[in-house]
Protein backbone atom coordinates (compact mmCIF):
# COMPACT_ATOMS: atom_id res chain seq x y z
CA UNK A 1 0.00 0.00 0.00
CA UNK A 2 2.73 2.23 1.24
CA UNK A 3 4.87 1.53 -1.96
CA UNK A 4 1.79 2.89 -4.46
CA UNK A 5 1.41 5.56 -2.48
CA UNK A 6 4.81 6.78 -2.82
CA UNK A 7 4.41 6.41 -6.36
CA UNK A 8 1.69 8.87 -6.58
CA UNK A 9 3.61 11.30 -4.35
CA UNK A 10 6.19 10.73 -6.59
CA UNK A 11 4.44 11.77 -9.51
CA UNK A 12 3.36 14.71 -8.15
CA UNK A 13 6.19 16.25 -6.64
CA UNK A 14 9.61 16.13 -7.62
CA UNK A 15 11.17 17.87 -4.39
CA UNK A 16 11.53 15.86 -0.86
CA UNK A 17 10.47 17.91 1.53
CA UNK A 18 10.15 15.01 3.99
CA UNK A 19 11.63 17.90 7.06
CA UNK A 20 8.88 20.18 6.59
CA UNK A 21 5.90 17.48 6.51
CA UNK A 22 4.15 16.21 9.85
CA UNK A 23 4.41 12.31 8.38
CA UNK A 24 7.54 10.54 6.55
CA UNK A 25 7.02 10.55 2.88
CA UNK A 26 5.45 6.70 1.89
CA UNK A 27 9.11 6.11 0.40
CA UNK A 28 10.88 6.40 3.91
CA UNK A 29 8.22 4.57 5.80
CA UNK A 30 8.86 1.56 3.10
CA UNK A 31 12.22 1.75 4.70
CA UNK A 32 11.95 2.42 8.03
CA UNK A 33 9.28 -1.19 7.39
CA UNK A 34 11.28 -3.13 5.59
CA UNK A 35 14.10 -2.78 7.59
CA UNK A 36 12.25 -3.48 10.78
CA UNK A 37 10.75 -6.85 9.23
CA UNK A 38 13.42 -9.44 10.35
CA UNK A 39 12.74 -8.66 13.85
CA UNK A 40 9.30 -8.90 13.59
CA UNK A 41 9.07 -11.84 11.76
CA UNK A 42 11.39 -13.50 14.77
CA UNK A 43 9.50 -12.40 16.98
CA UNK A 44 6.53 -14.02 15.71
CA UNK A 45 8.03 -17.10 15.17
CA UNK A 46 9.13 -17.33 19.04
CA UNK A 47 6.04 -16.16 20.35
CA UNK A 48 2.91 -18.64 20.72
CA UNK A 49 0.87 -15.87 21.31
CA UNK A 50 1.47 -14.67 18.31
CA UNK A 51 0.55 -17.96 16.94
CA UNK A 52 -2.87 -18.50 18.67
CA UNK A 53 -3.81 -14.48 16.98
CA UNK A 54 -2.74 -16.10 13.71
CA UNK A 55 -5.29 -18.67 13.87
CA UNK A 56 -7.71 -16.08 15.48
CA UNK A 57 -7.05 -13.41 12.67
CA UNK A 58 -7.66 -16.64 9.99
CA UNK A 59 -10.96 -17.73 11.30
CA UNK A 60 -11.67 -13.81 11.48
CA UNK A 61 -10.61 -13.50 7.29
CA UNK A 62 -12.63 -17.04 6.58
CA UNK A 63 -16.23 -15.58 8.29
CA UNK A 64 -15.54 -12.15 6.97
CA UNK A 65 -15.09 -13.96 3.22
CA UNK A 66 -18.55 -15.93 4.43
CA UNK A 67 -20.88 -13.54 2.63
CA UNK A 68 -18.82 -12.99 -0.25
CA UNK A 69 -18.40 -16.70 -0.93
CA UNK A 70 -22.32 -17.28 -0.28
CA UNK A 71 -23.26 -14.33 -2.41
CA UNK A 72 -21.47 -15.70 -5.34
CA UNK A 73 -22.99 -19.09 -5.16
CA UNK A 74 -26.52 -18.07 -6.02
CA UNK A 75 -25.95 -15.46 -8.56
Do not use: I
Amino acid sequence: MFERLGQVEAKMSRVNLDFLQTHPSSKTRVEKLEKLLPDAYAVLAASPECAAMQERLQGFREAALAPQRDAEFWT
